[in-house]
């Protein structure tokens, strides 16, 4: 069964950093697509980042240069390091994985989110 589970988020002052994690389970990060979005209230989810084979990142331009996501592969867990954090950045951030379970079915997963909030 594929799971992800988000944790890290918190409440941090303008500039300062926080690590995300996403603990994933029942695929191999290594084989999949797994992106950050991010969600405030009323808005749809925006994308922030991902990771695709062969450590190919990308980021969009609103957090690029500030945020900056890895994978560690032996733990199964990919992270995202956010600094110079502005009120901006305020939302649920949440880990999506796209791919193929041990078992090779599809899969395209979300985690539960966590809160992260930025004070002025």
């Known amino acids: 069964q594929v799971q992800l589970v988000e944790s890290g988020g918190g409440l941090v002052q303008s500039g300062g950093s926080l690590r995300l994690s996403c603990a994933a389970s029942?695929?191999?990060?290594?084989?999949?697509?797994i992106s950050w979005y991010r969600q405030t209230p009323g808005n749809e989810r925006e994308w922030v980042a991902n990771i695709g084979g062969k450590s190919n990142y990308n980021y969009s331009d609103s957090v690029k240069g500030r945020f900056t996501m890895s994978s560690d592969n032996a733990k199964n867990t990919v992270y995202l390091q956010m600094n110079s954090l502005k009120p901006g950045d305020t939302a649920v951030y949440y880990c999506?994985?796209?791919?193929?379970?041990?078992?090779?079915?599809?899969?395209?997963?979300w985690g539960q989110g966590t809160q992260v909030t930025v004070s002025s």
């Open positions: 029942g695929f191999a990060t290594s084989r999949a697509l």
């Open positions: 999506n994985a796209m791919g193929r379970d041990l078992n090779n079915v599809p899969f395209n997963s």
